[in-house]
């Protein structure tokens, strides 16, 4: 079919635009993806190889999608488009002019994690080596810098990536590198500054100039040294970036909504569309969704979204219940009704919790109804501590030279990690060139003495012994032996064994799969089964039945007691961005359901912030944002009154 074919207003043009840079504001469900698959099909049929067109995207599943789509329409070698993410493309890049060799550096991904402020599993070893509590501050701080220098030092938008902004900065770079060289490691987010940095410093690389058209998706959710990687990647090539201010919600990475708002400042002749007709929602849905958003912008900015004329009016329901438990029985409840009763399929249905133990409470409660049901808590999976020693047994199974894999094994269990004999063992490792392993070895032996290494030592003889009883294991009982299924912590990980296929695996596939699953977590794009996630990991989705659990305050929005007035502001306007994502991604009908007292136990394993008090069920009060749905919101009401009414 021809590119224009049923194209009309915003969408064509865009499509038709041939102006560059072409920054495109596009709302939740206003048909981007639409449209950029057609300029990208405009392009082609006007002469443009495919193998020069850079297609950026934020997850693998989306740029599969737009290829499998480009396809259906019948464009010849859209195969050959670049499609991926940002952090694959690195990768690839890197990899092929072996930049990873020329610097000592190895390509194996730090698996890892934050929480409460700290970077978890396989970085926490990292950052107690890295311990100069008065150079580089407490494990927050080392967090912070860390995430700093992932994104190249540009802390902020007005910042130049690239540089170390101060002394202190320098040194900790410099140590970091050197851990991360030693371990022959690398940070999953240190892709970008390492190919920032090969780019500029090789100018005659084949890289640059490799593309006449660039298209990138999400563009706000990208940080200033990614901005800048595009910039370069792109040179003399035509661009359009895709994006929408109202959707920016990944800070933590230093990404922020002035890049895409400044974008025309720094990119001369910048051409813009504006896309705001929300053609996947009903009217009621954007209605909220738009009242919401608005607190975010000065009074009487005018609306940022609007319904598409003659779509549904849609179900949205607001309920209290009782208590978290009361809650989970109630979503099960009204899940089996939509399935059995109003003949929706389980793949219909999204469940959005925020925190991860919630969403295992409705998704057990949904088993023990015969749903089928999946969670997608990929990012917490290996948030248990004996998750974690499963996997990195799992890991030095695989390869005992896995040092990084081993520093954690060594340190685990310890306040401390071990750190100052750590220190030691690498000590000698630099002076002999022997591996952390070979030189365990010889200690283990007697043929090697290093004072104070006596807990490595035995934590290496305890290693060895577990090895000996996984080396004849593997698929299911390898995951049984390392994951029991009476730990609860363990069911993310053993739940994404299952739908990799570990079954069937030898060690290798099985420890290849479930990093895989870790490090690059797929879209949970619709299957046979009920979909539970985390609120984040609904970007991009679409489902008929949306049900958003355990909308509380100290939930949504999350606030930290320490955090100054600018930072509260900031982060409710970050978690306001997030919710409006929430509620945009119902085509039927949205819930949005809350409770009343939850467990104090389960609410400090949680994390949630509520008033303090001894009492074993804490109360609560709905989200501060349910007030700002305005007036087409329905009035909240209990989940008991909706249950007796049969969910009418």
Known sequence: MAWSDNLTGAALAVAQCDESPLRVMAGPGTGKTFAMKRWVTRVIEDGAEPHRILAVTFTRTAAADLVKELANLGVEGCEDIRAGTLHSHCFSLLCRQEVFEFLDRWPRPLITFKSYGVLRFEAEPLIHDLNNKHVFG??????????????????????????????????????LIKWLTFHRAILVGELVPLTLSYLRNNPECPELGAFDHVVVDEYQDLNKAEQVLIDQLAQDAKRVIVGDIDQSIYSFRHAHPDGIIEYHATHANTHDELLVQCRRCPTRVVAIADSLIRRNHPAGAGPRLNPMPGNPGGIVKIVQWVSSEEEANGIAKFVT?????????????????PRRKLGYGIRDTLLEQNVPVHSFYHEEMLEGEGTQRGFALLALAANPEDRVALRFWLGYASPTWRSNAYKKLMKHCDETGQSPWSALELLASGAVEISGTAELVKRFKELRAELAAIAPLEGTALI?????????????????????????????????????????????????????????????????????????????????????????????????????????????????????????????????????????????????????????????????????????
């Open 138 to 175: 407490d494990t927050r701080n080392r967090t912070k810098r860390i995430l700093a220098f992932e994104a190249a030092w540009a802390r902020l938008q007005s910042d130049e990536p690239g540089w170390t902004q101060n002394g202190v900065d320098q040194e900790f770079e410099d140590k």
């Open 337 to 353: 009704h939509l399935t059995i009763d109003q003949g929706y399929a389980p793949g219909q249905i999204m469940i959005l919790s």
């Open 480 to 648: 049984d032996y390392l994951f029991p299924e009476s730990e609860e912590e363990n069911n993310a990980v053993r739940e994404a064994a299952n739908l990799a296929g570990v079954d069937e695996q030898n060690l290798r596939e099985t420890y290849e799969a479930l990093t895989s699953v870790v490090t690059q977590p797929a879209t949970p794009d619709e299957g046979e089964y009920v979909r539970i996630m985390s609120l984040h990991k609904s970007k991009g989705l679409t489902s008929k039945a949306v049900i958003v659990a355990g909308c509380i305050d100290g939930l949504i929005p999350y606030l930290q007691a320490d955090w100054t007035p600018a930072e509260r502001e900031a982060n409710i306007q970050e978690q306001r961005r997030l919710f409006y994502v929430v509620l945009t991604r119902a085509t039927d009908i949205l819930i949005i359901s809350s409770f009343a007292t939850i467990d104090r136990q389960l609410l400090h394993k949680i994390g949630a912030r509520v008033k303090a008090g001894y009492e074993k069920q804490a109360r609560t009060i709905s989200s501060m944002f349910l007030q700002e749905l305005g007036p087409s919101a329905p009035p909240p009401e209990t989940g008991r009154g909706w249950l007796e009414r049969n969910f009418e």
